[in-house]
């Protein structure tokens, strides 16, 4: 005879069940409890998915999170060479671009017709060092790095827009988090992974010197000191185990205990391309971000957290569906997750 198991009868037999009902009763999980429900079976996960709906439904009950924003892609030359990255250029190569201060100007007033609030600059992490042609690009826009030109981009927007900066340049030092807090509400850096077999020979961070974990943390742990929120968060699906993903989130977890900074955490998953370094890398399932969504949601229950409607196709509905967790808005794509999130019943959208 058949048995069919119902998620109560499931709780009680699986070695997770005891897990979930601490949580259910507010405990909040350890590290190894996390590694154990980040490996749950199939049969376990709507169980998983129910405890941590039920624990963003404690935080911000059907609410969604967004925040207008327009994307500013300041330079896309980067002195680092992730495998995944779809983002980056060497000067000369198609595509290759620095914007103007006209053109940052440009992008952010039609953020800004289109009703953005806030003006995302993204940026490689210090291309002048390894590239003479980003020296001279910056010298003739009269700037020493490019963190100096970014600084008084974020101040150009300030003065000229009603738009808030957020920038994301990479590391950055405690003098740097400094500048920018002048001239910026909150910043960002995904800490990705803690995971330090990534930099080896042909693995995703293999030749990407700002990926250093410990390095990561401590631009993290800085602005936590300095009181600046920010977003931070990690990639999945390029080469780090389950366990390395629960490390990755209780280390944010922890500099968030300290300092109360973390505003919210992305959890983005490896999509590939046909013209990266790890094109025949094969992506995370739908599964694998559930998982790990849920178990983010129990180690933090009173965090924000985000996954990017844009990664999540052709899926994002269900994503959203059972884990009711946050999305971004950038006016590129503003039209397609917002419409996604207006055709889920019961949800408020909340900018
Ligand atoms: S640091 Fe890595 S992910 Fe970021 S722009 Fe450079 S190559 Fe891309």
């Known amino acids: 005879m058949a048995l069919t198991l119902t998620a109560a009868t499931w709780t009680q037999r699986s070695p997770v069940g005891p897990i979930l009902n601490d949580v259910r009763s507010g405990s909040l999980i350890s590290g190894q409890q996390a590694c154990h429900l980040i490996r749950v079976s199939d049969e376990g996960l709507p169980t998983l998915l129910d405890a941590a709906l039920e624990a963003k439904q404690r935080f911000k009950p059907d609410v969604i999170t967004y925040s207008r924003k327009v994307f500013i892609p300041l330079t896309n030359l980067c002195r680092d060479y992730c495998g995944y990255c779809i983002f980056r250029r060497d000067p000369g190569q198609p595509g290759a671009h620095t914007m103007t201060p006209d053109q940052v100007l440009e992008v952010a007033r039609a953020g800004e017709k289109l009703g953005c609030t806030e003006a995302l600059f993204s940026l490689g992490d210090k291309p002048e060092l390894v590239f003479p042609e980003m020296r001279e690009t910056l010298r003739r826009l009269g700037y020493r790095s490019t963190l100096r030109y970014l ?201």
Request: aromatic residues 4%; glycine residues 6%.
């Open 151 to 351: 600084e008084a981009m974020c101040e150009l927007v300030l003065r000229e827009t009603h738009l808030l900066p957020h920038p994301n340049p990479g590391l950055l030092s405690a003098e740097w988090i400094t500048r920018l807090a002048a001239v910026s509400p909150s910043m960002g850096l995904m800490l990705e992974t803690t995971s330090t077999s990534l930099l080896e020979p042909g693995a995703a961070h293999d030749n990407a010197p700002d990926k250093l974990p410990a390095r990561r943390l401590r631009t993290i742990e800085e602005a936590g000191r300095q009181n600046v929120s920010f977003t931070t968060g990690l990639l999945i699906g390029i080469g780090e185990t389950p366990e390395d993903r629960v490390d990755t989130l209780l280390a944010i977890r922890d500099l968030h205990h300290r300092y109360g900074h973390i505003q919210e955490v992305i959890i983005q998953n490896f999509r590939t391309k046909p013209d990266i370094p790890m094109r025949d890398w094969p992506e995370p399932t739908q599964g694998e971000m559930l998982r790990t969504i849920a178990v983010a949601r129990l180690l933090m229950p009173d965090v924000n957290l985000q996954a990017p409607p844009n990664l999540s196709a052709p899926y994002y509905d269900q994503l959203l569906c059972w884990t009711r967790e946050s999305t971004t808005g950038a006016a590129s794509r503003l039209s397609r997750p917002i419409s996604s999130i207006r055709k889920s019943p019961g949800l408020i959208l909340k900018n």
